[in-house]
């Protein structure tokens, strides 16, 4: 279990990430709720690392659709680690193609 460098360092989020022998591998976002006590799940599956950049995309772009340069200047990454974050988080589910070259979040 590990925190998020690029959240405030009392963010109550931390990536979760289990491998077993003889099984596949999860990866998660949990937050730990101090009224209950306990933990919610926030996200699973491969966009789980890549969650400081959901945040950041929902802050930015809310429910706006953009481009994958939109996402480089946004994120000041280069352009072939936009393009491999894009990846994925469509295949997470995390991000939907609205039409060539657009993307937008998805719930």
Known sequence: MARFRELLEDAPERLMQ???RHT???ELVIRFRKETLDQEL???GGGAPLYPE???LRQTFG???FSPKDYQEATGSSRQTSTRHIARLV???A???K???????WP
């Not at 039409?99 to 979040?105: I, K, N, Q, R, T």
């Open 18 to 20: 289990v491998r077993g």
């Open 91 to 93: 295949q997470a589910d």
């Open 24 to 26: 596949g591998g999860v």
């Open 42 to 44: 926030i996200l699973e």
């Open 95 to 97: 991000l939907r193609k």
């Open 54 to 56: 959901i945040c950041m």
């Open 63 to 65: 429910k706006s659709a």
């Open 99 to 105: 039409g060539y070259g657009e993307y937008v979040l």
